[in-house]
């Protein structure tokens, strides 16, 4: 779904299930990806990257997903556990359109829940 | 490997009251960020350093926000005067360099309250 003001989309998955969370970018510019992940009361925690180079990148029950032809990005979590529940975040980074320095945009986030 | 350190955790004020908050970074980290995060949104960058220099502060709220990187190492951000809509939490991140494909390591985040 769409996040308007404090409404975060949520995600609710079963323990177990695979989880996919999805992001749509704005910069066609912006040539690196990550995924952060942040639970309550904590910053929020590096999960995996990629560069616009790639299309694909596995880490442990992580994938992330680049198409960049839609701008769009998704983090793929296998067998989804309980400790997964938090908030998503994607964030892009490329140079702004002066060319001089990298910029940093965070999406919205996506909040997912995992039900025992 | 130490984390990004951030103090104090929780503030509560009043408005119109000062207030400062601390981040030491990972040692070596040359670029330095302060995002502030209001409830149930992603962080918004109020202000980028690379070593002590600034290299982004366009959201900053320049009127009642400064902001300073001693020495390219610790940083301060401070509010005066405070307004109830600066209630949110504070994250400092740091970063090896904004030119380098890493990513950012955030503190714990300094949670403010302005009454």
């Known amino acids: 779904g769409e996040s308007v003001g404090l409404h975060l989309p949520t995600l609710s998955v079963q323990e177990g299930d695979n989880s996919i969370i999805n992001c749509a970018y704005s910069?066609?510019?912006?040539?690196?990806f990550i995924w952060y992940k942040q639970e309550s009361g904590k910053g929020p925690q590096f999960i995996i990257d990629?560069?616009?180079n790639m299309d694909k990148r596995q880490g442990q029950r992580v994938t992330v997903l680049l198409n960049k032809t839609v701008k769009h990005l998704s983090l793929q979590i296998a067998a989804t556990q309980p400790g997964d529940s938090a908030v998503y975040f994607c964030?892009?980074?490329?140079?702004?359109?002066?060319?001089?320095?990298?910029?940093?945009?965070w999406g919205l986030g996506t909040s997912l829940a995992v039900n025992p | 490997e130490a984390g990004v350190a951030q103090s104090p955790r929780y503030k509560i004020i009043e408005k119109r009251q000062s207030v400062a908050f601390w981040c030491n970074p990972i040692?070596?980290?040359?670029?330095l960020y302060w995002y502030q995060q209001i409830l149930g949104q992603g962080p918004k960058l109020l202000i980028q350093?690379?070593?002590?220099?600034?290299?982004?502060d366009s959201q900053l709220p320049k009127d009642r926000f400064s902001a300073e990187r001693l020495k390219g190492v610790d940083s301060t951000l401070k509010i005066q005067p405070a307004k109830l809509e600066d209630s949110a939490v504070y994250l400092c991140a740091s970063r090896l360099g904004a030119d380098i494909y890493t990513e950012a390591f955030f503190g714990q985040g300094t949670r403010l309250t302005v009454v």
């Open positions: 040692s070596g980290h040359a670029t």
């Open positions: 964030a892009e980074e490329g140079y702004g359109s002066a060319g001089n320095n990298r910029k940093l945009i």
């Open positions: 350093f690379q070593n002590n220099g600034v290299v982004d």
């Open positions: 910069n066609s510019a912006s040539d690196y």
């Open positions: 990629i560069r616009s």
